[in-house]
């Protein structure tokens, strides 16, 4: 009995294992093509040690996945969460707490912060007014802490840990599942000097998030302040022009046109970087009427500060692997459509995302017709772009089920690669049940020449399996 139990947790074993492997096979890697492949032939090439750790491209329009690596490590943003604090910040002056032409008066401890010298600032002066749209750009180009703490407390009153309670709800709010801030700049709190409190929140707490998540706060930012961008499309910009204040900024988003790694059609949006998240990087491109939002998360180690040029080549290769392999085109004509044997009409011209050389296949559910996309949508929150249709009388009449008790005797034809992949299992099951029939044969004693083995019930029952997962396995790959 214990040997026969142990055969048979063995056997589950085996199937188990079998299913999983059959299941690794079918399902498909997001990164289906290789990133040092294409970023060689697009003229960006990549070098392994700056190979990203996670990265993703989404449509701006619709949020459909068009490339991603990853999405969903978890990772240090670094300085890339100043964005949830302008996009705060937008959200205020939508809501008429303040406008791009409100001032802030720099403070005593807003001065002591610029002047720390292990944190990214520019000079801040005290008693000196600052417009709201100058700080932006502080936050957006040289990635001024000290201008992205005037921002958030503009926004929350000088409330630190309110403000960070506001980030976090704000990614639930959005969809960034797998997002949580302990700051508002990227810095934690403790690199401060005390100069920066948030009661409650753990000063070395670390922000974490995704490219997922990152791509899902970038969509919403350009969908309800596309106006974020003119503060970043520019390689070099000047703040507090024509006052003594006055400073000039070159860009860290080397992918902008006319920085060193320009690519047509960028213009945005940050860039971040700290000794635990290597280099990170958010960008925007457009070209005719398309708009990516891309994010490229780990390149590097900050021991090496290439990797600040390096995520740029990684970024303009997948861009530009993005933009060549997918186009946008209208995909059906307003009215009448055959799509998944069903006639139907749809009420106006569909447009989508396909790969080039690609037939796009359908959905049809609950009078919505939508792009079954390879890779799906960035986020849940986000729904697939969709056009309402009608069923043609036609189609109704023939879809009409039959008055009958009887099933359907249609069988079941899988591909040619899925049969050959299970003949094959079968196969290989059935020879494992014969080797077990063999090998675990009782072993008797005999009268004449001594022990010998016979067959058991266990074992005929594998003998018979086994034959019988062969025949199978043969006649499927005979059809």
């Known amino acids: 009995m214990i040997k026969g139990h142990i055969l048979s947790k063995l056997i589950s074993s085996l199937l188990l294992i079998a299913c999983l492997s059959l299941g690794s096979f079918i399902q498909k890697s997001y990164a289906e093509e290789n990133l040092m492949d294409f970023a060689e032939t697009s003229g960006f090439p990549v070098k ?9 491209v989404i449509d701006a329009d619709s949020g459909q996945i068009l490339w991603a690596d990853q999405p969903d490590l978890s ?6 969460a100043k964005v949830m604090t302008m996009y705060l910040a937008f959200e205020a002056i939508e809501q008429g707490k303040f406008t791009l032409d409100t001032t802030v008066q720099a403070t005593e401890n807003d001065v002591r912060i610029s002047q720390i010298y292990a944190l990214s600032n520019n000079k801040i002066s005290l008693g000196i007014d600052y417009p709201v749209s100058d700080l932006f750009t502080m936050v957006a180009v040289p990635s001024s802490n000290v201008a992205t703490l005037m921002l958030a407390n503009l926004v929350s009153d000088h409330d630190g840990a309110a403000f960070i309670r506001k980030m976090n709800d704000k990614a639930a709010e959005l969809g960034m599942t797998n997002t949580t801030y302990f700051n508002c700049s990227g810095a934690q709190i403790a690199a401060f000097d005390g100069l920066y409190e948030a009661t409650g929140i753990d000063p070395n707490g670390e922000n974490k998030s995704t490219a997922r998540d990152l791509a899902i706060l970038t969509y919403n930012l350009l969908k309800k302040y596309p106006e974020a961008l003119q503060f970043t499309n520019q390689p070099v910009v000047t703040t507090m022009a024509n006052t003594p204040q006055e400073e000039t900024f070159e860009t860290y988003n080397y992918s902008l046109p006319g920085a060193k790694y320009g690519y047509e059609g960028v213009d945005g949006l940050k860039t971040g970087s700290s000794p635990t998240g290597a280099f990170n990087y958010i960008a925007t491109a457009k070209k005719d009427n398309i708009r990516l939002i891309e994010v490229i998360l780990g390149v590097g180690d900050w021991s090496d500060q290439e990797g600040e040029y390096e995520r740029h080549l990684a970024g303009n290769a997948i861009l530009d692997h993005a933009f060549t392999t997918y186009e946008y085109q209208k995909l059906l004509s307003k009215g009448s459509n055959k799509i998944n044997q069903k006639e139907i ?10 790969k080039k050389g690609t037939k796009p296949s359908f959905t049809l559910e609950d009078g919505q017709l939508s792009l079954a996309s390879e890779y799906g949508q960035v986020s849940p929150k986000i729904p697939v772009k969709s056009v309402s249709y009608q069923e043609s009388e036609a189609t109704k009449t023939e879809t009409q089920p039959a008055k009958s008790d009887k099933k359907s005797n249609t069988p079941v034809r899988l591909k040619k690669g899925q049969k050959q992949l299970t003949s094959s299992l079968l196969a290989g ?13 009782k072993r008797v004693a005999g009268v004449k020449r001594g022990s010998r083995k016979i067959a058991t019930p266990m074992t005929w ?10 025949l199978l396995a043969g006649s499927l790959f005979l059809l």
């Open 429 to 441: 099951f059935g020879l494992l049940l014969l080797i077990f029939s063999s090998v675990f044969r």
């Open 48 to 56: 392994e040690a700056y190979r990203p750790k996670a990265s993703i």
């Open 461 to 470: 029952l594998f003998f018979t399996l086994g034959i019988l997962l062969l």
């Open 75 to 80: 990772w240090s943003p670094a300085s890339i």
């Open 345 to 354: 009409n749809i009420e106006r011209d569909f447009y989508g995302f396909v």
